[in-house]
């Protein structure tokens, strides 16, 4: 062996720069195809973590009289005859459709220390369906009145390394007991490390019109779950007493219809309303699969060609080495030795490649997944395997391709390019610019998506906006409305229960309108929301302050309800008594782009009733210093409650965070894309090596019989051009399907600009031709004479 590796040792130092890109093609190949598969690794894992996740379900439910697409969410009365409808449901569990912030405080060393933090309800049974790791309390925690269950890492945040479980947390006058911990889920779940508070045992229980509870069920066999629809309505009992399906309510004659969806695939549906689990998009992760594929493929494409291209530097020495006595099989052997080493050792700069990626660069938060080695040691061997595979297979034709020529003919400088060899390679190549046009394309596709939904208008005014919800301070918030405004930095303020256009989803009513039920998106704001926010009524009168005094509240509408429900000015939404209909809004964007418009109606519920227009909207006024506003905000707030953690945000930041998914795999697909740009050039650039270094004489005898230097270096660029124009006109279709499917994910799309494809065709030729005219620029400026000899 010893032979072999002083030979490559030779050969690294002789050709520096051909095993320098080959380690820098391979190595940034095969870094990208670890971290793509660590990022697929996350998504298509979600959920698999429970114990038996195929066995568990979420109940999805289809009733036309509602709405006309399937929903998330279940009446309990329903749910609970659903769970006791089979024996083949070993367990069923209910969680309230929705997360909120919970404010809380802890007492330690008679010092009151405050916290925020997601909490949601559940059914005790939850606990039976899901798998939750304790560390400390019991299984039945939840069914323990006032008891509550958090996550290790809030205990060690709240309490140290303390015990826990038996401790109190106090919310407002009332206190909870902390009555188990349990070992915090992945970040591939669906259910997430919050606070979990049980639902009160009468919650809703009776209550036929409340649509709010997710519904889970685990099964004794995944392949019953499919039957389980056609039992319940064979024993479903419609009949209690306040039925709002109706007393003489048929689920077969009123089309409601059940599907049962496994755990693990609710990270990708997206034909479900109501749904808030974390979602992906499958198309995406397929280009992301694609281009790792490619990257592999590219890479060893131009090691390959690399290799081949230093054949006319090689050749000679190789066969030299066989007239002294070098048996062909050894010589194949060391050249194959050479391959699978250089290979090997750009897998090991691969590695460190991942994890400075994972450590050091901003970069990493592209990725959900954690990069570390020790999370994702079957990617980084399996890797490893494919690295002297590829080493292997790139290593193998070149082998063999010096070693075929008969030495006395090489020796004599008479060996040739056979032309199935510069088919091969130009077949090659065309799978590089193939590849480089459909990722470009792509990518810029996928920029402009995103760009679109982060800057189109929404159809109000959201620029040099702050929110903060402060129903910690509810009960000052007129005295916090005039501190805010004292401040000239400050334009106004203004207040409604959710973020605008800051959530996939929002609460929907069903009212009686002229007998009919009719459902619709309800956002509670304060009287003077829209004016204060630029949205402009089209009909009828915008809120006023005399409407928070009336009985029932009152409503503005989108023209989307008007039309589909028929709507009318000064008309009445609800029972005898309901709100009156006082105007109506163009369509806007009050929801992400993901979701088409529907109906929506602002809502100024009546001070008597309470209100939940907690998060407040503060304009800054123009040329303000944000750095001040935001300090003085702060401030205020502080002054208020001196120890509570609000969370105050730039309007920007949220609609950022909105796409958070969209724009990180995007900007995945982006960077590995112009990867493997890079590295296709890099393969471009070793063929022109190869064309070069073969054509010289060739090239010579031309000069010689007059040709120029500029005429020389635009008969090669002419080739090239053709195979990338025979390239772009297979990839650009490829392209333009690829981004039709994943534009699907969305509702509202960005036009398929034509001039994507022309800037794609025009970067890669640019580059190529550049690539191609510089490589062939010495060997055309040569002197002729010393070429010829040579």
């Known amino acids: 062996m010893n032979p072999i590796l002083i030979n490559f040792v030779h050969i690294v130092r002789r050709f520096k720069m051909a095993t320098t890109l080959n380690i820098l093609g391979l190595s940034v190949a095969f870094a990208a195809f670890m971290i793509i598969m660590i990022q697929l690794d996350y998504d298509f894992g979600f959920d698999k973590f429970h114990k038996d996740s195929d066995k568990i379900f979420r109940?999805?439910?289809?009733?036309?009289?509602?709405?006309?697409?399937?929903?998330?969410?279940?009446?309990?009365?329903?749910?609970?005859?659903?769970?006791?409808?089979?024996?083949?449901?070993?367990a069923g569990a209910i969680s309230t459709h929705a997360t909120w912030d919970t404010q809380f405080y802890v007492e330690r060393d008679g010092v009151q220390n405050f916290f925020s933090e997601k909490t949601t309800t559940v059914s005790p049974e939850f606990l039976d369906v899901f798998t939750f790791d304790f560390v400390e309390g019991a299984q039945n925690a939840l069914k323990i009145p006032d008891n509550i269950i958090i996550p290790q890492s809030l205990a060690r945040k709240i309490f140290g390394a303390e015990s826990v479980a038996g401790r109190q947390i106090f919310i407002g006058q009332d206190s909870r007991t902390v009555g188990a911990v349990y070992r915090d889920f992945p970040a591939n779940s669906t259910i997430g490390n919050l606070i979990y508070f049980a639902i009160p045992e009468e919650e809703n229980k009776d209550n036929w019109g409340h649509w709010n509870y997710i519904t889970y069920v685990r099964v004794n066999d995944a392949s019953n779950a499919p039957a389980l629809f056609e039992n319940f309505k064979r024993t479903f009992d419609g009949t209690p007493i306040s039925n709002m399906l109706g007393t003489d309510?048929?689920?077969?004659?009123?089309?409601?219809?059940?599907?049962?969806?496994?755990?693990?695939?609710?990270?990708?549906?997206?034909?479900?309303?109501?749904?808030?689990?974390?979602?992906?998009?499958?198309?995406?992760?397929?280009?992301?699969?694609?281009?790792?594929?490619?990257?592999?493929?590219?890479?060893?494409?131009?090691?390959?060609?690399?290799?081949?291209?230093?054949t006319p530097m090689r050749v000679k020495s190789i066969n030299t080495q066989r007239v002294v006595g070098a048996h062909q099989s050894e010589m194949r052997l060391m050249l194959v030795f050479e391959a699978v080493a250089i290979s090997f050792l750009a897998y090991l700069v691969a590695v460190f490649l991942v994890l400075l990626f994972?450590?050091?660069?901003?970069?990493?938060?592209?990725?959900?997944?954690?990069?570390?080695?020790?999370?994702?040691?079957?990617?980084?061997?399996?890797?490893?395997?494919?690295?002297?595979?590829?080493?292997?297979?790139?290593?193998?034709?070149?082998?063999?391709?010096?070693?075929?020529?008969?030495?006395?003919?090489?020796?004599?400088?008479?060996?040739?390019?056979?032309?199935?060899?510069?088919?091969?390679?130009?077949?090659?190549?065309?799978?590089?610019?193939?590849?480089?046009?459909?990722?470009?394309?792509?990518?810029s596709f996928m920029y402009l998506q995103n760009y679109f939904m982060q800057n189109s208008s929404l159809g109000f005014d959201r620029d040099n906006m702050i929110t903060v919800n402060i129903n910690r301070i509810r009960d000052n918030r007129d005295a916090f409305s005039d501190k805010i405004k004292a401040y000239s930095g400050v334009a106004d303020i203004t207040y409604a229960q959710n973020i605008l256009a800051g959530e996939d989803d929002y609460a929907r009513w069903i009212r009686k309108y002229r007998g009919n039920d009719i459902m619709f998106m309800v956002l509670q704001v304060h009287y003077s929301f829209l004016e204060k926010m630029g949205i402009e009524v089209a009909d009828g009168r915008n809120f006023g302050q005399e409407d928070a005094g009336t009985q029932h509240g009152v409503w503005i509408f989108n023209e989307m309800a008007r039309k589909e429900y028929g709507l009318e000015l000064n008309t009445i939404i609800g029972e005898e008594e309901g709100g009156e209909i006082v105007g109506f809004i163009h369509d806007l964007k009050v929801s992400s782009f993901r979701v088409a418009v529907e109906p929506m109606a602002f809502f100024v519920m009546p001070e008597s009733w309470g209100g939940r227009t907690?998060?407040?909207?503060?304009?800054?006024?123009?040329?303000?210093?944000?750095?001040?506003?935001?300090?003085?905000?702060?401030?205020?707030?502080?002054?208020?409650?001196?120890?509570?953690?609000?969370?105050?945000?730039?309007?920007?930041?949220?609609?950022?965070?909105?796409?958070?998914?969209?724009?990180?795999?995007?900007?995945?697909?982006?960077?590995?894309?112009?990867?493997?740009?890079?590295?296709?050039?890099?393969?471009?650039?070793?063929?022109?090596?190869?064309?070069?270094?073969?054509?010289?004489?060739?090239?010579?005898?031309?000069?010689?019989?007059?040709?120029?230097?500029?005429?020389?270096?635009?008969?090669?660029?002419?080739?090239?051009?053709?195979?990338?124009?025979?390239?772009?006109?297979?990839?650009?279709?490829?392209?333009?399907?690829?981004?039709?499917?994943?534009?699907?994910?969305?509702?509202?799309?960005?036009?398929?600009?034509?001039?994507?494809?022309?800037?794609?065709?025009?970067?890669?030729?640019?580059?190529?031709?550049?690539?191609?005219?510089?490589?062939n620029w010495r060997a055309a400026s040569e002197d002729p004479v010393k070429t010829i000899m040579k």
């Open 59 to 90: 109940v999805e439910v289809l009733y036309p009289r509602i709405i006309e697409e399937r929903i998330s969410v279940l009446i309990r009365p329903m749910a609970e005859q659903f769970f006791a409808s089979s024996p083949h449901i070993l």
């Open 249 to 310: 309510f048929d689920m077969e004659e009123s089309g409601m219809d059940f599907r049962l969806t496994a755990l693990p695939d609710l990270h990708f549906i997206t034909d479900v309303r109501f749904d808030l689990t974390p979602k992906a998009s499958k198309q995406t992760l397929m280009i992301l699969f694609a281009i790792a594929i490619v990257l592999i493929a590219i890479a060893a494409i131009n090691f390959t060609n690399f290799s081949t291209a230093l």
């Open 358 to 443: 994972f450590i050091e660069t901003p970069l990493a938060k592209l990725v959900d997944a954690n990069l570390s080695f020790e999370a994702h040691w079957f990617i980084f061997g399996g890797t490893a395997l494919i690295a002297l595979l590829t080493g292997f297979l790139a290593g193998v034709y070149p082998s063999r391709y010096m070693t075929s020529f008969e030495p006395a003919l090489v020796l004599k400088g008479t060996f040739g390019l056979t032309p199935k060899g510069k088919q091969l390679r130009n077949a090659l190549i065309s799978i590089q610019f193939v590849a480089s046009f459909a990722l470009i394309i792509g990518a």
């Open 614 to 775: 907690n998060t407040a909207y503060i304009k800054l006024a123009q040329g303000a210093n944000f750095r001040d506003a935001m300090s003085y905000i702060n401030a205020t707030l502080a002054e208020f409650e001196p120890n509570y953690p609000f969370d105050v945000r730039f309007y920007d930041e949220i609609l950022q965070q909105l796409y958070e998914k969209e724009r990180s795999l995007s900007s995945l697909i982006t960077l590995f894309s112009l990867l493997a740009i890079f590295v296709s050039i890099v393969g471009v650039f070793g063929l022109v090596v190869f064309d070069s270094q073969y054509r010289r004489k060739e090239i010579g005898v031309r000069k010689v019989f007059g040709a120029s230097t500029i005429g020389i270096i635009v008969m090669f660029n002419k080739g090239y051009f053709k195979i990338l124009l025979i390239c772009f006109v297979i990839a650009a279709p490829m392209a333009w399907y690829a981004v039709t499917r994943w534009l699907e994910n969305f509702a509202y799309k960005t036009p398929m600009y034509w001039w994507v494809y022309l800037l794609a065709l025009m970067a890669v030729g640019a580059i190529t031709i550049f690539t191609v005219t510089f490589q």
